[in-house]
């Protein structure tokens, strides 16, 4: 099969195309043959050699993915064969085909198309399991999304209003706040503008209850002062840096808490019991309606994965990247 390789850490330029053996499922596996594949910047971080995968994982890009299931292991149900679905993957998603556990698999969500469908799960699980599980987000509380044009805030700001929060969104430019406004955010041009002041301005000097933080570095000591009380703070990639200065006593003014988590470490009940938990939760929203498809800014041809890794290191995308071995498939940015 062909799949995106690269022999040495650098930039988009190392990733290319080569031809590896086919998988076989192991036991409680399924073999999916890939439709399209989820571009994260996990991706770009492993491929500048700052992000190892877990031991055991596929050493290949790719951690979501959609297709069809053509082979099971031992201990699976041959009524796979033949079914669409989508996945979450510990790595292998820029290939032909990739082997899952059985557990991780969904089939794709009521009206999504297989590049849909290959976006959902990386942020769909992520906004779950941080927003919700570990931010312990609840009706009435409000949400603060840093990076709300990325594709894991495009999907929190669209759940999060789904379910009836107000949220505050931050982005780099005019254009990307006008497009969070459109989906219901009050946007915040962190270039122009004093987030932390603009967050107390927007909550009557209230603050957020619950933050996602994909920055890191300077954001962790202001998002605490964005706080309410007993307020959360969620980590989940820290793109300005991983350490930071923080004043303990506004912490402790607040009973703020300051958390975070990796997904693709978890173990694999750990996804599993994820995957149950947006069928229960996530699923039925999107069979009524109620939230709207994954935001898709481009799609590229698997050969051209360097271009979809340079798009999103220069941060010019607002929605996924998605990668697609069918040529049918693809269309231009929408943005």
Known sequence: MRQVCFER????????????????????????????????????????GSYAPPPGASQVLGLEVSGTVDAVGSGVSTSWIGQ??????????????????????????????????????????????NVFELGRLRPGETLLVHGGTSGIGAFAIALARALGHQVLATAGDAIKCETMRGWGAAAINHRSQDFVQEVLAQTDGRGVDVVLDMVGGSYVARNLSCLAMDGRVVQIAFLEGARAELDLMQLM???????????????????????????????????????????????????????????????????????????????????
């Open 253 to 335: 003014r607040r009973r703020a808490v300051l958390t975070g988590s990796l997904l693709r470490p978890r173990s694999d009940d750990e996804k599993a019991a994820i995957v149950r938990a947006l069928e229960e939760h996530v699923f039925p929203l999107i069979a009524n309606r109620q939230l709207s498809r994954p935001v898709i800014d481009s799609v590229y041809p698997m050969e051209a994965a360097h271009e979809a890794h340079a798009r999103m290191a220069n941060s010019a995308h607002i929605g996924k990247l998605v990668l697609t071995w069918d040529s049918s498939l693809l269309r231009e940015a929408q943005h």
């Open 84 to 129: 669409s679905v989508c996945s979450l993957t510990a790595g292998g998603g820029y290939a032909e085909w990739v082997c899952v556990p059985a557990t991780l698999c969904m089939a794709p969500p009521s009206g999504f198309d297989m590049l849909e469908a290959a976006v959902f799960p990386e942020v769909a699980m992520t906004v779950w399991s």
């Open 9 to 48: 850490f650098g930039g988009p330029e190392v990733l290319h195309i080569a031809e590896v053996p086919r998988p076989d499922p192991a036991a409680g596996e399924l073999r999916i043959r890939i439709t399209a594949a989820g571009v994260n910047r996990a991706d770009l971080a492993q491929r500048e």
